[in-house]
C-alpha cells in the first residue's frame, strides 16, 4: 500500500504547523524582549505538537486494522491537535499582531529616542565651542589686566619666560580643544571614534525601525538606553577634564527615552488578522486528514482514488 508516503497536503501541513510556529517564535520574542532560547524553544515544541497529531489523525484514519481502538485513538488525536491550536491561537499567536498592530506609535516613540541620542552630540560641541569662547575670553582679559590683578594672570597659567602672551593664549586654546575632542571623540580616518561609532549604530537602528524588522527592532529597544546612556557617560568624562583657571560646568544633557517595552510584554486580545490566519493554518494543517480515504475493510467511508492533494512524493 502507498498510503504512508508523504503527500503535496502533508507537505502543506507541515508548512503551516512552521509558519504558526515560527509567529508564535516572533510572538515570544517580543513578549521576552528578546530571549532567542526561550522563543526557539517555544515555537519548535508548537511546531512539532500540531504537525504530529494532525498527520497522527490522517494516518489513523487511513489504517487497515484494529479499528475501534485506532478510531479512538483518531478522535482523541483530532481532539487534541484542535485544542491545542485553540490554545496557541489565544495565548501565543495574537502577540505579534497585537504588538504590530502598535506600529506606527512604536516607530515613533522608537525614532524620537534616536534623535534625542542623536541631537546629543551637536549639543556636545555647542558646550564645547562655549567653552573654548569663554576661556579665551578669560585669558584675553587676564592679559589685560595683569597689572592691575596679577592673580588672574598667574591663574591661567601665564608667564613671563620670554613667550609672547598671543603664543601662550595660542597653546593654551590648542590644549584645551584637544581636551575636549580628543581623537578618541571624532576619527574620520578610522571611523571608530565615540561619534562615528555612535552614528552608525544610530543610522542602523533607524533602518531597523523604519523598515519593522521583528527580531532587530527588538535589539534596538533593548540596546538604545544603555547605548545613548554610556556615549553621554563618556561626552561628560571628556567634558570633566579642566584647563588651569577654569571652573566650568560639565556637560549635561537629558535623555528622557520614551518607554514602549510595555507595549511588546502586555498581552492583548487576539486581533481579526491573528484569527483569520490561525483559522487558515487550521484547515491547512487538517487538510490531509479531511481527504484522506479510510480502508474499505471498515464499515465508517468508503475509499474512491485520490484526491486533488493526494500527489506522492
Known amino acids: 500500500m502507498n498510503q504512508s508516503k508523504f503527500s503535496l497536503a502533508d507537505i502543506l501541513t507541515l508548512l503551516a504547523a512552521l509558519a504558526l510556529g515560527f509567529v508564535c517564535f516572533l510572538s515570544t520574542n517580543f513578549y521576552t524582549l528578546g530571549n532567542m532560547t526561550q522563543s526557539i524553544t517555544r515555537a519548535v515544541i508548537i511546531a512539532i505538537l500540531l504537525g504530529s497529531t494532525a498527520l497522527g489523525a490522517k494516518l489513523l484514519k487511513r489504517t487497515s486494522r484494529n479499528f475501534k481502538t485506532n478510531i479512538i485513538l483518531e478522535l482523541l488525536l483530532l481532539l487534541s491537535f484542535t485544542g491545542l491550536t485553540l490554545y496557541f491561537a489565544y495565548s501565543c499567536f495574537p502577540h505579534y499582531f497585537v504588538v504590530s498592530g502598535q506600529k506606527t506609535e512604536i516607530q515613533s516613540k522608537l525614532t524620537s ?104 527592532i527588538v535589539d534596538v529597544l533593548n540596546e538604545i538606553d544603555q547605548n545613548s546612556n554610556d556615549w553621554l557617560n563618556q561626552l561628560v568624562v571628556l567634558s570633566s577634564v579642566h584647563e588651569k583657571g577654569e571652573d566650568p560646568e560639565e556637560f549635561v544633557y537629558n535623555l528622557s527615552f520614551n518607554d514602549v517595552k510595555n507595549r511588546f510584554t502586555t498581552s492583548g486580545k487576539p486581533t481579526p488578522l491573528s484569527i483569520f490566519w490561525a483559522v487558515f493554518a487550521y484547515i491547512l494543517m487538517l487538510l490531509p486528514y479531511l481527504i ?21 512524493i
Not at 479510510?294 to 500527489?311: C, L, M, N, P, Q
Open 113 to 216: 529616542n534616536i534623535t534625542q541620542a542623536e541631537d546629543m552630540f551637536a549639543e556636545y560641541e555647542h558646550y564645547a565651542e562655549n567653552r573654548e569662547n569663554t576661556y579665551l575670553r578669560n585669558l584675553r582679559t587676564a592679559i589685560k589686566y595683569q597689572n592691575v590683578n596679577s592673580s588672574d594672570y598667574t591663574k591661567y597659567g601665564f608667564e613671563n619666560n620670554g613667550v609672547s602672551d598671543e603664543i601662550q593664549i595660542e597653546n593654551k586654546m590648542f590644549t584645551i580643544h584637544a581636551d575636549l575632542f580628543p581623537t578618541n571623540y571624532s576619527d574620520t580616518t578610522n571611523n571608530n571614534g565615540i561619534k562615528e561609532v555612535a552614528k552608525a549604530w544610530l543610522s542602523d537602528a533607524k533602518r531597523k525601525i523604519s523598515g519593522w524588522k521583528p527580531i532587530s
Open 292 to 312: 484522506s480515504k479510510r480502508s474499505t475493510k471498515t464499515t465508517v467511508g468508503t475509499t474512491t482514488g485520490k484526491g486533488v492533494f493526494d500527489i506522492e
